[in-house]
């Protein structure tokens, strides 16, 4: 069975950053297209942030465009997000994610929810003003 571990969130100010990790278990990580998602309380899971096998490629949602960062380690199996100028609005559990599907297709950066196969627990982000 595939973990993930995030790791790396807390409490902030308005303005100020954090970088969130994620540590995935096993051989295949290079083969995973991975995603953050976020989740507010009394809102539904939301997407973030995804990024392709090989890093090349990212996507965002519009609210944090030019403000996060997702980034990749294959020879640590580790995801990042890096977080700036983070606004109470940010305030949610942070989830990562992985595709077991992308294979070979180091295009691929996936926002959708229903096509990612394992979470982690999640890690609070609270955002104070």
Not at 84 to 109: F, G, K
Request: charge should be negative; aromatic fraction near 12%.
């Amino acid at each position: 069975q595939v973990q993930l571990v995030e790791s790396g969130g807390g409490l902030v100010q308005a303005g100020g950053s954090l970088r969130l990790s994620c540590a995935v278990s096993g051989r295949a990580f290079s083969t995973y297209a991975m995603g953050w998602f976020r989740q507010a309380p009394g809102k539904e899971r939301e997407f973030v942030a995804a990024i392709s096998l090989s890093g090349r490629y990212t996507d965002y949602v519009d609210s944090v465009k030019g403000r996060f960062t997702i980034s990749r380690e294959n020879a640590e199996n580790t995801v990042y997000l890096q977080m700036n100028s983070l606004e109470p609005e940010d305030t949610a559990v942070y989830y990562c994610a992985a595709d077991r599907h992308a294979a070979d297709r180091n295009w691929l950066v996936v926002t959708s929810i229903t096509e990612y196969d394992y979470w982690g627990q999640g890690t609070q982000v609270t955002v104070s003003s």
